[in-house]
């Protein structure tokens, strides 16, 4: 084994709390200031740019705020951000009213719900790609699982539906998935949420002969609340940049009926490589995730002081 | 729901336990049935699979597993008779099926990829995770939130947005396509979840224990490493796990930047192609190979995980 020559550990071991301090922190700041703060840079420089990654020996025009002018305009990128916000909306409303009424349920304290609990976590721990892309065979018009049970339970015949091949349906093939997985995450968040209520202000309610009904809308529900709010922030988050699912189930379409705003990324920077054009989108939509954080650690903050 | 019966300190009564209790399993028994499906799907033959309707009970069979982790050439009836005796089980299953084993399929190695990739990014992001952790959690540090919330919002960032300059970038260092440049991208990604967990963990371990360790003449070094890291250990396990559950799952950034050698299973496994369409079972025998080991680190990690995925911030 090596050994620290003596004088070394000795300056090493004797260092002030402040050098300590910086030593400890240096590592991880040095780490993402290279993989992530010079790489937005480089991107913010490309974004004025017409570059395209796939012609690297061409000449590179510098072309001001035209991307993003050209961006802010374009109607595809609209749409683009329309269903973005059609994806999150109905996501995260199935998954808080169905996270919510399941974390309202188990704590009842049945007997069992602590197993059943770890049991209805399970699908939000799996990797949402290898998952989504199983659901890829359950959605099979002919010999999928879930036509089946559809079909069973309303008779429509199984093979003339097709969940991720009809426009009116493919946003809801992905939401359905998106609720399997995700729903598990609001509910445990409601959970800590309603657990952290203390006893006292039910026995108060309970002396002041509250009804179970005024209980729920005045203490349960307020009380529960910034736990809710931080799980909807998270899941907005999350599902604002949403790719690998939807790129596995629809790859964005059928025609761009799915495209969220990450496949139109991907479509534009990987596929036609407009790396100017998608550096200034990639840019856009740092601003708007950046926005969302601040509220979200604000909320995480006020989560915590309680 | 049976609002009506909401929480009281008077103990719920039983036909309102029950009633939630049938509620609760019986969505968790319905949020399992995917699950169950790909179990099912990889042992079954490849005609069982796509029949209508789906069948419950079958004949299981391995040539899901077979064919995951080789692959085929078909032949002609006579040929195959002409070969001498089927050495191995998957052997006889290709044979069946006018058809002989070529070679091994890329399935192991994308999941070394996979094992490399996401163990080497933990051991970084925790063992990074942990100094600066401390650093936040014991020393007054000049801006402090500033700083821990930029290191969460690089991980709040768009990953394809991410992902063309660090293309660019490591198209121009060399490391695109190489377990290096992932475990590196990893690491980065990982470590703000590792700062954030670890931090809570580290402060509730009382500062006292140093301080007595420090007057007992222990530098500020050797008490971290002898009276705080044996502390955190448990800490230091959950978000190791969260970590490499992270790496193990994370598709985005692996399939723009990983496309020959370096690629890792998630973007693998979708690309798992029979002859005539998609190889349902042997999709589904990847998957649950894939799977399997997360099953377990989520069971072993049932305590944690409220903490885990809210970084921190919900502790009970």
Known sequence: MLKTPRRLAKKVEGLSDRAVAWLFIAPTMALLLAINIFPLFWAIGLSFTNYRANRPNEAIANVGLRNYERILTDPDIWIAMQTTANFVFWTIALQTVIGFGLAFLIDRKFRGHAFWTTIILVPMMLSPAVVGNFWRFLYQPQIGLFNYIVSFFTGIPPSSFEMLGSVQLAPWAIIIVDTWMWTPYVMLICLAGLRSIPDYIYEAAEVDRASPWRQFWSITLPMALPFIMLAVLFRGIENFKMFDMVNLLTGGGPGSTTEVASITLKREAFEKWRTGYSSAFAIILFVAVFGLANIYVKALNRVKQR | ?316
């Open chain 2, 1 to 316: 729901m049976s609002l009506t019966t909401a929480h009281s300190v008077i103990e719920p009564t039983r036909t309102s336990k029950r009633i939630a209790g049938a509620i609760v399993v019986a969505y968790a028994l319905i949020s399992m049935v995917p699950l169950f499906w790909i179990f099912a799907t990889s042992f079954k033959t490849p005609p069982d699979s796509i029949s209508y309707p789906p069948k419950v009970i079958f004949q299981p069979s391995l040539e899901g597993y077979c064919n995951l982790f080789t692959t085929r050439t078909r032949q002609t009836r006579e040929y195959v008779d002409a070969l001498g005796p089927a050495t191995t089980l998957c052997d006889e299953i290709t044979r069946r099926r006018n058809m002989v084993i070529a070679g091994p399929s890329n399935y192991w190695p994308r999941f070394i990829n996979s094992l490399v990739i996401a163990f080497g990014s933990t051991f970084l992001a925790v063992s990074l995770g942990t100094l600066a952790a401390y650093g936040f959690s014991r020393f007054k540090v000049p801006l402090a939130d500033d700083l821990l919330f930029f290191i969460l919002s690089t991980r709040m960032m768009p990953p394809i947005a991410v992902a063309i300059p660090i293309y660019l970038m490591y198209r121009e260092l060399g490391l695109s396509d190489s377990a290096l440049g992932m475990i590196l991208l990893y690491t980065a990604v990982n470590v703000s979840l590792a700062v954030w967990l670890l931090k809570g963990f580290i402060d509730e371990i009382p500062r006292e224990y140093e301080e007595a360790a420090m007057i007992d003449g222990y530098t500020r070094l050797r008490a971290f490493w002898k009276v705080v890291l044996p502390q955190a250990t448990t800490g230091i396990a959950a978000t190791a796990i969260f970590c490499l559950i992270f790496a193990w799952n994370e598709y985005a950034f692996a399939v723009i930047l990983t496309s020959g050698s370096a690629q890792t299973s998630p973007p693998f496994i979708p690309t798992i192609i029979g002859e005539g369409g998609l190889d349902w079972p042997a999709v589904a025998s990847g998957t649950t190979i894939f799977l399997v080991p997360i099953l377990v680190f989520t069971i072993l990690l049932r305590k944690q995980l409220l903490r885990g995925i809210t970084f921190g911030a919900v502790r009970k």
